[in-house]
């Protein structure tokens, strides 16, 4: 697990996306992409926006899955980054979120780096809602 500033980072495997679903929201969300750092940067601008009071979204989760995919569509982005069966990123926003992570009892995985093309092009889609 990986710990940036009371932010939580895992990468889990998710056998049934709908036995997770119902714990997800504003403290714990799970996204399917491939590389870990994108998500970090996308939690960091999340919780950002929020003290600065700059969000789009009404939680800490959606602000997150709105920075991670680029866009200001909650439906959009759950669609382009949202859960799904296999190996997820699971994103606990402090204490909480994390309890509830530890609840889900999945297994986790190795965290995987990406390229600098690809963490590059997750850096602009994020700092993109910044701007919109």
Sequence with gaps: M??????????????DPDKVVDYLGGDLQMVSVEC???????????????ERR??????????????LA???QIREAIASVGLKPGPNYAVAFGESGLEK????????????????????????????????
């Design 36 to 50: 870990w750092k994108p998500v970090a940067f996308a939690a960091l601008l999340a919780r950002r926006a929020f």
């Design 101 to 132: 992570l530890k609840r889900l009892d999945l297994e986790e995985l190795e965290p995987i780096d990406c390229d600098e093309a690809t963490a590059k092009t997750f850096f602009e889609k994020a700092a993109l809602v910044e701007v919109l």
């Design 54 to 67: 700059t969000n789009h979204a009404k939680t800490l989760g959606g602000e997150f899955l709105l920075r």
């Design 2 to 15: 990986i710990e940036i500033g009371n932010v939580y980072i895992a990468r889990v495997k998710v056998d």
């Design 70 to 72: 680029g866009t200001l």
